[in-house]
């Protein structure tokens, strides 16, 4: 699978990863995750990847193993904004949209179980270009399974379909 990230007509990364390797993309033992972040204000130019320490995980909260996540307007227009507009610190993941497998649950109940694909429409405060983030289990959902769909389609839908939804 080719994974390319494109903001604002920048080309930021890519990835060459097989389905195996997605779920694997966390350096889970290590402690430690690959994140895009933004470390300093005024666009694009503040944006970096690099480890990241794992989220900590509290009671109703799933580690989720990123397989897609999608760009939306919001995405790149928050990069412009002061972080402590919103009351962020930086450095700041961003992305909403994701598309995932639990990696572990903290006393699910709900009954997400390790390797579940999942899908949620993260808020501003955790995002979702991160290949692991915590989110609390009642804001996720099953992924839906469709013959045919991908990953990355699936993460296109989230904010974008809620936008659709509520207009």
Known sequence: MLAALVLSGHH???FLLNDAEMTRL??????S????????LGGIEGLAVG?????PLWPGALHIALEA????????????LPPSLLGLSLP????MDL???VVRAQNSSRGFRAGDRVWCLTDIATGSWASVVAFDEARVAKAP???GVTPAELASLPAVGLTMYQA
């Open 26 to 31: 966390a350096v889970y033992a290590s402690g």
């Open 51 to 55: 480890a990241l320490p794992m989220p």
């Open 99 to 101: 598309v995932g497998r």
């Open 69 to 80: 996540s999608s760009v939306n307007p919001v995405d790149w227009k928050l990069l412009g």
């Open 33 to 40: 995750a690959l994140g895009f972040f933004s470390l300093s």
């Open 12 to 14: 930021l990364a890519t």
């Open 92 to 95: 700041h993941v961003i992305g």
């Open 145 to 147: 399974l469709v013959p």
